[in-house]
């Protein structure tokens, strides 16, 4: 019987392949880590952008005059979001005996295409115009 003080082909080539086995997998992680940031600084962007907007509807229901016309919104800087009007809805909320407070559904609706897909981000928010309105006048 012969005495080998090396590793055979065999060997190696197994210690080759779960070596190839485990780069794969930490690669497939990396890819899915970049994917899941590139994902998340989208949806960032999307909620600021519908947060501006929001904001602007509001005081514009509010009684602010001029809102609309400031130079530089978060929506100039990223074109390839795109943001739809504000839509306002009227509620009611009947309270007892006491008249109903008026209040409005703001939602803004931003999208933008991500790996060959439309991705959205939608805002609600509700607001009162009528109690603070006196204040832009």
């Known amino acids: 019987m012969k005495n080998s003080a090396g590793f055979t082909l065999l060997e190696v080539m197994v210690a080759v392949t779960i070596l190839a086995v485990g780069l794969i997998g930490l690669l497939s992680l990396q890819n899915q880590t970049v994917f899941l940031s590139q994902?998340?600084?989208?949806?960032?962007?999307?909620?600021?952008i519908a947060k501006e907007a929001y904001t602007e509807k509001e005081l514009e229901l509010r009684g602010f005059p001029g809102v609309k016309d400031?130079?530089?919104k978060m929506s100039t800087l990223y074109p390839t979001f795109t943001v739809g009007e504000p839509e306002v809805?009227?509620?009611?909320?009947?309270?007892?005996?006491?008249?109903?407070?008026?209040?409005?559904?703001?939602?803004v609706t931003v999208s933008w295409k991500s790996g060959g897909s439309e991705q959205s981000y939608t805002l609600n928010g509700i607001v009162?115009?009528?109690?603070?309105?006196?204040?832009g006048r």
């Open 39 to 48: 994902n998340s600084k989208n949806l960032t962007i999307a909620a600021l």
């Open 70 to 72: 400031r130079p530089q």
């Open 89 to 107: 809805l009227p509620l009611t909320l009947p309270i007892g005996e006491v008249p109903p407070i008026p209040l409005s559904l703001i939602r």
């Open 128 to 135: 009162a115009p009528g109690i603070y309105g006196e204040l």
